[in-house]
């Protein structure tokens, strides 16, 4: 258990829909990065908070948004899905900006029908 | 920006053999190198990491790498795979000082497969 959590574990929703995945960083730990894993792209970074500040964007739709809290546990919000959003979402967690290493959760499964 | 490649796709090794698996990597400061491995429907789990020091590192499981600047590679090797070791491996930077926000890019990982 990395002791990184995730909620929900599987999301099934239709096309144009909105979810908000959910994730509990370790504790103690301030920055939280999300992934995006799929068949075809990989594992693609797509954003990073720092103690409730944004602090990093990868390739994340303008579709997608994200925000950390003060309590340090963060959303990803996804709008207007497509198939094509179809992926396992993971959430990680480490202790500061840089050379430690990342914690990640089991990951959300979305399926965009 | 960086970046990692990880030449194969797959690694077929029998058990009690060595296990080797490549990465290479590319950035314009000093690296910061991971190796993650992914068991099915299961999160990453860190393995080891090189940031400084010792070209060879000690992980988990048993596991090592090591980093060799003048090939910008960082292999990880285990001298006696198992079973169990079945998995999709996947090696990871970070652009040290430069990056050091933390953005950790992956390569496009290895699955390895251990045979009895």
């Known amino acids: 258990d990395s002791g990184v959590t995730q909620t929900p574990k599987h999301l099934i929703t239709a096309t144009g829909q909105r979810v908000t995945l959910r994730c509990s960083p370790r504790s103690g730990d301030l920055s939280v990065y999300w992934y995006q894993q799929s068949l075809d792209q990989g594992l693609q970074f797509l954003i990073q908070y720092y103690n409730g500040e944004e602090r990093a964007k990868g390739n994340i739709l303008e579709r997608f948004s994200a925000q950390q809290f003060p309590d340090l546990h963060s959303e990803l919000n996804l709008s207007s899905l497509e198939l094509g959003d179809s992926a396992l979402y993971f959430c990680?967690?480490?202790?500061?900006?840089?050379?430690?290493?990342?914690?990640f959760g089991q990951g959300t499964r979305l399926t965009v029908v | 920006a960086q970046s990692v490649a990880q030449p194969e796709d797959q690694v077929n090794v029998a058990e009690g053999n060595p296990l080797t698996v490549k990465c290479t990597y590319s950035?314009?400061?000093?690296?910061?190198l991971f190796w993650y491995v992914q068991y099915p429907n299961r999160g990453l789990q860190f393995l080891l990491k090189y940031i400084t020091g010792d070209n060879l590192v000690k992980g988990s499981y048993g596991f090592e790498a090591e980093f060799n600047k003048s090939q910008t590679s960082f292999h990880l090797k285990k001298p006696s795979a198992l079973v169990s070791d079945s998995a999709l491996y996947f090696c990871a930077v970070r652009d040290g000082p430069t990056d050091s926000w933390g953005k950790l890019q992956f390569g496009a990982g290895t699955q390895v497969v251990v045979t009895p």
């Open positions: 990680a967690s480490s202790e500061d900006r840089g050379n430690t290493e990342a914690f």
């Open positions: 950035v314009s400061g000093n690296p910061y």
